[in-house]
């Protein structure tokens, strides 16, 4: 049986080179969504951007300025479907991702931080192929696992999430859209790729009609090496701002990709 391939981040802290790229603005060597993906990293089987997309993370001070008490949360999904101790892979089946919206009772109090974020990403669910069908189609999303928050009376109404099945799409690209500055991630959208033609499998978008000003978008894919090398899409990374009683904001994120023949 293949010996999973699991390091702590906390060890890999201390023995990981920390790879130096012209464009990574953040401390690698510190950030919770780097060493959580790395960590089951082998070689050069897996892809992902290492900064993350998005606003760098900010410091304490205006953090707090921006979304009010608050914090940074990392994740990566691959501490759900890859390998650990006794646990085999478990590869996603399904994705959910649910907007953010402030509670109605406090958001004369709320900073503009959050105003702002209002209908942008606050959770992403998950459903695995292994996990219990039952139990996940408990859920109006599907999925069992839950990134971020939902709010309680948000769960069961369909037009608070947008959910994609994965087993017949090849998510080869991710668009990711963020007003540079706000903190947070503005859209999210999947795309499979048949016969060159990029499809739009799977799409949340914080603003309908007219995008807002300053909006960029950043596309993200692994690269093309002219090697022949097939990735397939194998889950997300990222931040979110968890915020004292109003919610999480999803903040940068990258999807993760894997050499075919490491699956």
Same mark, same amino acid.
């Given at each position: 049986m293949k010996r999973p391939n699991y390091a702590y981040p906390?060890?890999?802290?201390?023995?990981?080179p920390i790879p130096i790229h012209n464009d990574v603005l953040s401390d690698l060597s510190t950030d919770?969504?780097?060493?959580?993906t790395v960590a089951y990293a082998n070689d050069d089987n897996i892809w992902f951007e290492p900064d993350m997309v998005g606003d760098p993370k900010a410091n304490d001070t205006d953090l707090h300025r921006r979304f009010g008490p608050s914090k940074y949360e990392d994740f990566s999904t691959l501490e759900l479907t890859e390998p650990r101790g006794s646990k085999g892979v478990n590869p996603l089946r399904r994705i959910a991702i649910h907007r953010y919206r402030l509670s109605s009772?406090?958001?004369?109090?709320?900073?503009? *931080? @959050?105003?702002?974020?209002?209908?942008?990403?606050?959770?992403?669910?998950l459903a695995r192929v292994q996990d219990d069908p039952a139990a996940a189609e408990a859920e109006a999303d599907g999925c069992m696992h839950h990134?971020?928050?939902?709010?309680?009376?948000?769960?069961?109404?369909?037009?608070n999430f947008k959910h994609l099945d994965l087993g017949n799409v090849d998510i080869t690209k991710l668009d990711i859209a963020y007003v540079p500055g706000s903190g947070y991630i503005a859209g999210l959208t999947l795309y499979d790729q048949i016969n060159g033609q990029h499809t739009e499998r799977l799409s949340?978008?914080?603003?309908?009609?007219?995008?807002?000003? *300053? @909006?960029v978008h950043v596309a993200n894919e692994p690269p093309d090496r002219g090697d022949g090398t097939v990735w397939r899409f194998v889950g997300l990374a990222g931040s979110w701002v968890d915020t004292v009683g109003q919610g999480h904001v999803l903040a940068r994120c990258?999807?993760?990709?894997k050499k075919a023949e490491e699956e």
């Amino acid at each position: 049986m293949k010996r999973p391939n699991y390091a702590y981040p906390e060890v890999l802290q201390g023995r990981l080179p920390i790879p130096i790229h012209n464009d990574v603005l953040s401390d690698l060597s510190t950030d919770g969504a780097y060493l959580k993906t790395v960590a089951y990293a082998n070689d050069d089987n897996i892809w992902f951007e290492p900064d993350m997309v998005g606003d760098p993370k900010a410091n304490d001070t205006d953090l707090h300025r921006r979304f009010g008490p608050s914090k940074y949360e990392d994740f990566s999904t691959l501490e759900l479907t890859e390998p650990r101790g006794s646990k085999g892979v478990n590869p996603l089946r399904r994705i959910a991702i649910h907007r953010y919206r402030l509670s109605s009772g406090i958001t004369w109090l709320a900073k503009s *931080g @959050l105003k702002q974020a209002d209908n942008a990403i606050g959770s992403i669910g998950l459903a695995r192929v292994q996990d219990d069908p039952a139990a996940a189609e408990a859920e109006a999303d599907g999925c069992m696992h839950h990134l971020g928050h939902v709010h309680h009376s948000d769960k069961q109404d369909a037009t608070n999430f947008k959910h994609l099945d994965l087993g017949n799409v090849d998510i080869t690209k991710l668009d990711i859209a963020y007003v540079p500055g706000s903190g947070y991630i503005a859209g999210l959208t999947l795309y499979d790729q048949i016969n060159g033609q990029h499809t739009e499998r799977l799409s949340w978008r914080q603003w309908d009609g007219k995008p807002p000003q *300053g @909006l960029v978008h950043v596309a993200n894919e692994p690269p093309d090496r002219g090697d022949g090398t097939v990735w397939r899409f194998v889950g997300l990374a990222g931040s979110w701002v968890d915020t004292v009683g109003q919610g999480h904001v999803l903040a940068r994120c990258s999807g993760i990709w894997k050499k075919a023949e490491e699956e």
